[in-house]
């Protein structure tokens, strides 16, 4: 199996249309989404569509139960806040409903898919660090699992007790070994690089890569400021931070 797996999409339609062009030249076998598909950006209704069509599964991010009314506001800053409350005027109240009954943790024999730790998902704590890792690391159940919320991409390795961290985009997978790779963002990058992120995994060939892709900016910078959205929504996406 190959899988094309992304996470924080964050409304940005340019960004996620260049990445699923991506993924479909890999012909992967299935497109997951690890939450944060709307907040921030200017298109979250045709994000929706989008994602339904080509994504499965979809687990929640806070972005999402912030959207569905799930959330307690005081839990983001300013510009999100501002981002989420407009967000919610642009969706009809099913597409909130769909958003709020998202699951937190989706989960098979191979994998585990979660919008930020494993570790309590309902706090959506952010895997920074090694000692964040570590509680996200004793509580995954499979070899790999794949998460976002930081917008940084990298992977985490557990092996006998020891954690380490690689911003390597391109790991082989080790029998005996746990794995907590974060897919970075597709909409809105911070790691310095404003290109979109994704992570293809090829279970047979026991690899997974963090692959980036090129998207109009300033398109989504101009619908952004078209929306009336805080300016350092847009201002942010040139940089990747
Ligand atoms: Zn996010």
Redesign the pocket.
């Known amino acids: 199996m190959r899988y094309g797996i992304f ?2 999409v ?1 409304s940005n339609l340019e960004a996620l249309e260049a990445v699923l062009q991506a993924i479909e030249k890999e012909r992967v076998d299935q497109i997951l989404c690890a939450g ?1 598909m709307v ?1 921030y950006g200017a298109d979250p209704e045709p994000i929706l569509r989008l994602l339904k069509r080509k994504a499965h599964p979809v687990v929640a ?3 999402d139960w912030l959207v569905a009314d799930r959330m307690d506001l005081d839990w983001f800053d300013k510009p999100a806040q501002e981002a989420a409350l407009w967000t919610r005027t642009r969706l009809p109240e099913e597409e909130r409903i769909y958003l709020g009954n998202l699951p937190l943790i989706w989960r098979d024999t191979q994998l585990t898919l979660a919008h930020g730790s494993i570790h309590e998902p309902d706090q959506f704590h952010y895997v920074l660090n090694l000692q964040t890792a570590r509680a996200s690391l004793q509580v995954q159940e499979t070899p790999v699992a794949f998460i ?2 930081t ?1 940084h991409p990298g992977v985490f390795t557990e092996e006998q007790g020891q954690i380490s961290f690689s911003p390597s985009a391109h790991v082989s997978l080790r029998s005996g070994v746990k794995y907590l790779v974060n897919v970075g ?1 597709v909409g ?1 990058p911070r790691d310095g690089d404003p290109r979109a992120a994704w992570c293809l995994y090829d279970a047979a060939a026991q690899t997974v890569e963090i692959r980036r892709v090129s998207y109009p900016v300033e398109k989504v910078q101009a619908k952004i400021r078209q929306a009336g959205l805080p300016e350092f929504l847009a201002e942010r996406l040139a940089l990747g931070h």
């Open positions: 996470a924080d964050h944060d907040g991010g806070n972005h976002g919320h917008h963002s809105q």
